[in-house]
């Protein structure tokens, strides 16, 4: 019964990031949004997978039996915040380009920490804990905001105003 339960939030997390993906992409600039989405899910597959591969992290329950990483939230919905980060951040300082990153990994983090206490979607092991959740999205987001901005100067393509 429990993992029939956690089989369907899976598929509820699915389904909610499909729908955020569609409504996030008809955002301009696109090509912005879609170089984030990929980069992101490239970068999270591959930090999870080595997580995974170390014993830290271990994902009991899974949609999709021939992954052992998360590939809902490494391909899905950690890719479509993160685009929805950089479109709050497009514009920001420094300060508040960091600051809003704590506006998204503390309640992604949290949420992770429920999965991992309340169900079986999830197990920390070998030292891994709540922190190392923490610090690992909030650099990915960061990382990604510094690679949009990269691509950006290389394209010499303005920050779009808000539309």
């Excluded at 989405?37 to 329950?61: C, E, W």
């Excluded at 479109?87 to 990994?105: D, E, G, P, R, V």
């Amino acid at each position: 019964m429990k993992q029939r339960f956690e089989k369907n939030t899976l598929r509820f997390l699915m389904v909610l990031g499909l729908i955020m993906f569609v409504n996030l992409i008809r955002k301009p600039p696109t090509k912005d949004w879609m170089l984030i989405f990929l980069f992101k899910g490239y970068i999270s597959s591959i930090l999870d997978k080595l997580a995974v591969t170390k014993n830290k992290i271990v994902y009991p329950v899974n949609l999709f039996k021939w992954f052992d990483i998360s590939f809902i939230f490494d391909y899905l919905l950690f890719p479509v915040v993160c685009v929805y980060y950089n479109q709050i951040t497009k514009s920001s300082n420094l300060f508040w380009t960091i600051a809003k990153t704590f506006y998204f990994s503390i309640p992604m983090t949290l949420i992770e920490h429920f999965f991992e206490k309340r169900t079986s979607l999830i197990k920390f092991k070998n030292g891994w804990n709540i922190y190392w959740s923490l610090i690992t999205l909030s650099l990915t987001f960061l990382i990604s905001r510094t690679y949009i901005a990269l691509v950006r100067k290389a394209d010499n393509t303005p920050v779009p105003k808000n539309s």
